[in-house]
C-alpha cells in the first residue's frame, strides 16, 4: 500500500464512528409499540431502526437522496472480456447527460439528485454541461500483464470519492446511492470477490451484460490469470493493493465515496455487483462501515450474493436485475422512506387508546 493511500484511508477511517447501539435499541423498542402486531412488518423494521441508529437524534428530518454514478474504462476489455465495445462507456455516459437512460427515469420518479462523474473514461468530454470531471487517467492499465492501477493514480480515485462524500454532507443529503458505469468493470469485481473472499474464479463470475458460452469461458480464463499473477496461492493481500492491482478507477472512487459517506454518519445504499466490491473492500479496510451500509437489491451476477454474504447484507430487492448505473439502490430509496414514515408517524398504542395483545 502506498503511502499516500494510507494517509488517505488512516485520516478518513480513524474518523468512522460505529452506529448507535443505544439508538438502535431505542428503536427496537418504538417499533414494539407501534399500533401493528409485534415485528409484523418484517424487515421494514430492520430498515427503519438501521436508519435511526445511524442518523440519530436527527431521525425524524426529511430524507435527501442521491446517487453518484462513477464512470471509467478498463484496459483488461482488449482481451475480449465483455460483448460490448469499450467505447459504450463514453456512449452511456453521454446518454445519462441526454437524460436517456434507465437511471435517468428512475432519479425523476423518486427525486433523487443524480451526479455523474468521470474518473477514467477513455474519451475527451471537453467540459460537457452535468458531468463532474475528475479524470486521473483515460481507464485502467491490462490488470492481465500489469497492475490496474499505480500507487499515485489509486491514492487519487479514492480522493475524489471521499470528496464527493463530503460534498454530499455539504448539500445536505442523508441517503446516498453509489452506482457506476464502465463496460470491463464485472471482470475487475470479479477477480476482487474471488481474491477477498477466498472463493474460485467460476462461483464469482457471470456473463457480464451478456456473454454467449465461448467469450463466458474465455473470461474465466482471463480473470483466473489476473488472479494467479497478481495474488500468490494462499496470501492473503492488502484490501488496497487488491484493488490496486484488479479493480478500476472507479470503483476505487466508489470506494473512496463509501468510506468518506461513513465518515460523515451517512446512509449509503450499494447498488449491484461492481459497487458492492467497492463497499466490500472499504469494509475490509474499515468493519465500521458496515453500520451504514444496505443493499439496495440482489443482482443476477453470482458474485453479488458471494459479496452480500461477506458483508453481511440482507438485499431489500430481488428483481433479477443487472444492470448497473444505480439503478437497483435508487428503487430500494422508496423502501427506506416508507420505513422511515411508518415509524415516524404511526400510532402507538398508548396514543390511539388501542389494546395491546395480551401476554
Not at 122 to 133: T, V
Not at 201 to 220: F, N
Not at 225 to 233: D, E, L, P, S, T
Not at 312 to 339: H, N, Y
Request: glycine share 10%; hydrophobic share 45%.
Amino acid at each position: 500500500m502506498s503511502a499516500s493511500s494510507q494517509l488517505i484511508l488512516s485520516h478518513v477511517g480513524s474518523a468512522i464512528m460505529p452506529t448507535s447501539e443505544q439508538w438502535l435499541a431505542r428503536a427496537r423498542k418504538h417499533l414494539d409499540v407501534l399500533t401493528k402486531p409485534l415485528g409484523s412488518l418484517g424487515r421494514i423494521e430492520d430498515l427503519a431502526a438501521q436508519m435511526v441508529s445511524i442518523r440519530q437524534d436527527d431521525f425524524a428530518s426529511p430524507l435527501h437522496k442521491a446517487v453518484y454514478v462513477f464512470a471509467a474504462d478498463h484496459g483488461v476489455t482488449a482481451e475480449g472480456v465483455s460483448a460490448y465495445p469499450s467505447e459504450v462507456t463514453r456512449q452511456m455516459v453521454l446518454n445519462f447527460l441526454g437524460h436517456g437512460a434507465a437511471i435517468n427515469v428512475l432519479t425523476k420518479l423518486h427525486q433523487v439528485a443524480l451526479n455523474v462523474i468521470d474518473v477514467g473514461v477513455d474519451a475527451d468530454f471537453q467540459s460537457i454541461d452535468g458531468l463532474l470531471d475528475h479524470k486521473i487517467r483515460k481507464g485502467t492499465r491490462n490488470m492481465l500483464h500489469e497492475p490496474a492501477m499505480n500507487d499515485e493514480e489509486l491514492a487519487r480515485a479514492l480522493e475524489v470519492g471521499i470528496m464527493m462524500a463530503a460534498g454530499a454532507k455539504a448539500k445536505g443529503q442523508n441517503l446516498l446511492a453509489v452506482g457506476e458505469m464502465g463496460i470491463g468493470n464485472t471482470t475487475a469485481a470479479s477477480a476482487i470477490t474471488s481474491v477477498l473472499t477466498h472463493t474460485p474464479v467460476v462461483q464469482v463470475s457471470g456473463r457480464g451484460a451478456g456473454l454467449d458460452s465461448a467469450a463466458y469461458t474465455h473470461k474465466l480464463k482471463v480473470i483466473e490469470a489476473v488472479v494467479h499473477k497478481h495474488f500468490g496461492a494462499g496470501t492473503t493481500p492488502e484490501p488496497l493493493d487488491v484493488l490496486r492491482c484488479a479493480g478500476g478507477l472507479e470503483i476505487a472512487a466508489m470506494t473512496g465515496f463509501i468510506l468518506g459517506a461513513a465518515r460523515y454518519g451517512i446512509a449509503i445504499i450499494a447498488d449491484g455487483f461492481i459497487s458492492t466490491a467497492a463497499a466490500a473492500i472499504a469494509f475490509s479496510i474499515e468493519p465500521r462501515v458496515r453500520g451504514y451500509l444496505f443493499a439496495g437489491h440482489q443482482s443476477e451476477e453470482p458474485g453479488h450474493r458471494v459479496l452480500l454474504e461477506y458483508l453481511g447484507l440482507k438485499p431489500i430487492l430481488s428483481l433479477s436485475m443487472r444492470l448497473g448505473e444505480g439503478t437497483g439502490a435508487v428503487l430500494a430509496m422508496p423502501i427506506i422512506e416508507s420505513a422511515m414514515a411508518l415509524y415516524n408517524q404511526m400510532a402507538t398504542f398508548a396514543s390511539a387508546g388501542v389494546s395491546e395483545a395480551t401476554p
